[in-house]
């Protein structure tokens, strides 16, 4: 019905979008965040993804963020030894402000709807929409689509008719599962106390 509606040559952008969408997610999880992991807390790729697998699966199934919210506090505390306290604090902080994947998705969502509505966006404006994503992307709710209304007001911030959210609105569901996994993982990532002394003990002596 959506390719006699809107034309076939809509729908390949629609597709387009998608594989550019998932494909950004996917190479900023597996190269920035495992990387921050690494050269930041000294934990090995294969070991940072067996300790949230469990984490992954919920963040993935759920698309929220605070309903992974326990299983998170719980990776921290169980799998890399953080403290329940510090857990307990960071985490939900996490939950709301430090939404990396939410911004990722905002950012490719407006440059391609500024695409569909033959509207070139200048460098200006695309600084603009990189400061609205990261900004608008603290205040989006941790639930499913939680970020789609404060996308519209990016989307009118550069004038491109918010009503195009419907084009992407039928693939958004499996993007919103997949950026809900760097949301929440990256919350992991920190330097662990003892990696940190380790570092400084030379300089002690």
């Not at 929220?64 to 403290?83: C, D, H, K, L, Q």
């Not at 969502?109 to 695309?126: C, E, P, R, T, Y």
């Amino acid at each position: 019905h959506a390719t006699v509606k809107l034309g076939l040559p809509v729908m390949k952008l629609v597709g387009w979008y998608f594989l550019t969408a998932m494909g950004g997610l996917i190479l900023f999880q597996a190269v920035f965040i495992t990387g921050l992991a690494y050269f930041f807390a000294g934990i090995r790729p294969g070991r940072f993804y067996r300790g949230c697998r469990t984490l992954l699966i919920t963040a993935f199934s759920t698309s929220s963020s605070n309903a992974t919210m326990p299983t998170t506090i719980r990776t921290a505390v169980e799998e890399f030894g953080a403290p329940r306290e510090i857990a307990g604090f960071v985490m939900p902080l996490g939950a709301t402000m430090n939404m990396n994947g939410t911004a990722l998705f905002e950012g490719v969502s407006v440059l391609f709807l500024a695409q569909v509505a033959n509207k070139g966006l200048d460098i200006g404006q695309q600084l603009l929409v990189l400061g609205m994503s990261v900004l608008t992307a603290i205040g989006a709710a941790g639930v499913p689509g939680g970020s789609l209304p404060l996308l519209a007001v990016v989307l009118t911030q550069v004038d491109v008719p918010p009503e195009l959210l419907a084009l992407i609105l039928g693939v958004d569901r499996l993007v919103d599962m997949t950026r809900t996994v760097p949301n929440v993982t990256s919350d992991l990532v920190c330097r662990s106390e003892e990696h940190t002394s380790e570092l400084q003990s030379p300089l002690n002596i």
